[in-house]
């Protein structure tokens, strides 16, 4: 999927997979867009959806291999625009790690969706950093505003947000070179063979299920870097590694790991939950944050300790 992202409008556009094939456009919009199967509909009728260059006018007919599918989603921004909400009345105190005029560096919790979606259009990170940080409602994509890069509802740790439209682009810019460093721990089923490795293994849409991504011959070009930490025994087999993303696919780290036999522990998704080790959420968080400030060019690294529940459940291994 590519995504062309500016202030004022967000086109998406992606090469049917295999996975798609045969599925009703109206289905396939809502999956690569992201919004809902309503607002899929209401893109296609205000003529935002083309496909291999012509406008699509009905929902129903499917998508074949190999098509190219084009969505404005910006044309669908008007009614679900994300609005402004007050964390602290839901309970929810934001750990800011650092905040300037040009970034905010945040150490998301468990649960929390990063910005508004289909089946989320409120109680986000976008939400209430909108309460907070009203400004950035003008930088990005009107519909993530602020958002270069995303973390999983239930992945915890750091995530960095724009102030500004110069600092968002720059940020987008690095994403795309491959210079943000962004480290992660996670929590593992068994112990790898090898206590370093790369995996190197392309990832798309899961050929037997659209809704979930897998490693595929057809899918995009994905390296993840792991090394053991600690192995343990008791009570069940796992290990700790540390994880260090190279490009940054959807739920790159938990296909990844999942292909080579070791699921993440409470990934309900990709295999990670088995009897003896229950936590509430896959255990991956976002520990290390590294990139070149948007203003000075000055290579900047934060970092964030393991969260309470995932400290607890270590705790209980060895």
Avoid at 83 to 100: K, P, Q, W, Y
Avoid at 213 to 229: Q, W
């Amino acid at each position: 999927m590519s995504d062309d992202t500016g202030s004022i409008t967000r086109r998406v556009t992606e090469t049917i997979p295999a996975s798609l094939a045969d599925v009703r456009i109206d289905r396939v919009v809502s999956l690569v867009a992201d919004v809902s199967r309503s607002a899929a509909t209401m893109l296609i009728e205000s003529g935002a959806v083309t496909l291999d260059g012509q406008v699509v006018t009905a929902g129903k007919e499917k998508v074949a291999l190999g098509q190219t599918i084009t969505v404005d989603v910006a044309q669908a921004a008007g009614p679900e625009l994300p609005r402004a909400e007050d964390s602290t009345v839901l309970n929810i105190v934001l750990d800011v790690v650092h905040a300037d005029d040009d970034v905010i560096v945040v150490n998301k919790p468990a649960a929390l969706v990063v910005h508004p979606g289909a089946g989320n259009k409120t109680g986000t990170l976008v939400n209430f950093l909108l309460h907070a940080y009203p400004e950035i409602a003008e930088v990005g994509d009107p519909l993530r505003p602020g958002i270069a890069h995303r973390l999983d509802a239930g992945t915890t740790g750091l995530i960095v947000v724009a102030r500004t439209q110069h600092a968002y682009e720059s940020l987008v810019a690095q994403l795309a070179v491959r210079t943000v460093s962004r480290v992660y721990s996670t929590l593992v089923w068994g112990t790898p063979v090898s206590i370093n490795g790369v995996i190197d293994a392309p990832i798309g849409r899961d050929h037997r299920d659209p809704t979930r991504m897998a490693v595929v011959v057809d899918g995009k070009p994905s390296r993840t870097h792991y090394a053991l930490e600690r192995a343990f025994h008791s009570p069940k087999e796992s290990a700790l590694l540390e994880c260090r993303l190279e490009t940054g696919r959807t739920h790159q780290i938990r296909v990844h790991l999942a292909s080579i036999g070791h699921p993440v522990v409470g990934d309900a998704q990709y295999g990670g939950v088995r009897p003896g080790l229950s936590p509430r959420r896959p255990m991956l968080h976002a520990r290390e944050l590294a990139f070149e400030h948007p203003r000075d060019g000055e290579r900047r690294t934060f970092t964030a300790a393991l969260p309470a529940d995932f400290a607890a459940l270590l705790a209980t291994l060895s």
